[in-house]
């Protein structure tokens, strides 16, 4: 499976469409997380609109909570607290984001995330059909695409899933674009859409088969 990786358009979706053209065939595109700047809601079909392929999206801490509605009335699946199957991979969604100093209009606590994930990566390790996890945040782990000039602000409730998972998909520090393995945990932070950046993730069907990512910029 192809996959193109968006996050954080933060409402300027200027370069999306030349990022498609990048991106060629891709079989599914995810979204993870500030798809608008602070709202509005209605951006939310402005966007999805504008693709030709399944769209699998969650919202960010600069979302307003009520995107959640604009995202279930939209043409895409909205991702944020579920789990979706594509042949054999599972894809888990949560939205918003670890508590910020900024108190950002979607922000979670930190138990509240760990619950969340426990139950839905649990059912995944106990699917039998079930042969990758990718686990779509906008946050990222703690210690791992998270770090800032005064220290690494990722959650610590995401970072108990990491080597649990196959993928990781974040967003949220812009500055953190890239991809970094921990034990069998690929993250990547696909950059800023807004500014032309974007990953394809390709995950082959045959087990033990590595996932390849390729960042592109527009």
Same mark, same amino acid.
């Given at each position: 499976m192809k996959i193109l990786a968006i996050s954080d358009p933060h409402g300027d979706y200027s370069k999306i469409k030349k990022i498609m053209e990048r991106a060629g065939d891709f079989d599914l595109a995810v979204i993870v997380g500030d798809i608008t700047n602070f709202g509005p809601d209605e951006k939310v079909e402005e966007l999805m609109e504008m693709f030709y392929k399944p769209v699998l999206a969650i919202p960010g801490n600069c979302d307003q909570k009520s995107i959640l509605g604009a995202l279930d009335a939209s043409k895409a699946i909205n991702l944020h607290g579920k789990a979706e199957? *594509? @042949?054999? /991979?599972?894809? /888990? @969604? +949560?939205?918003?984001? &670890?508590? #910020?100093?900024?108190? #950002?209009?979607?922000? +979670?606590?930190? !138990?509240? *995330? !760990? &619950? #969340? +994930? !426990?139950r839905m990566v649990c059912s995944a390790e106990n699917t039998d059909d079930c042969g990758t996890i990718v686990l779509l945040t906008h946050a990222p782990p703690h210690g791992t695409r998270d770090e800032l000039p005064f220290g690494h602000v990722g959650s610590k409730a995401i970072q108990k899933f990491v080597d649990r998972v196959d993928l990781i998909v974040c967003g949220h520090i812009h500055e953190a674009k890239g991809i970094e393995i921990v034990g069998k945990t690929v993250v990547v932070n696909p950059g800023e859409a807004c500014k032309g950046s974007c990953a394809i993730i390709t995950i082959e069907e045959a087990e033990n088969k590595p996932i390849d990512v390729e960042f592109i910029e527009v």
């Open positions: 199957q *594509i @042949g054999k /991979i599972r894809f /888990i @969604g +949560l939205g918003g984001s &670890n508590p #910020t100093p900024f108190k #950002t209009p979607f922000e +979670l606590s930190e !138990e509240y *995330i !760990e &619950n #969340t +994930l !426990e």
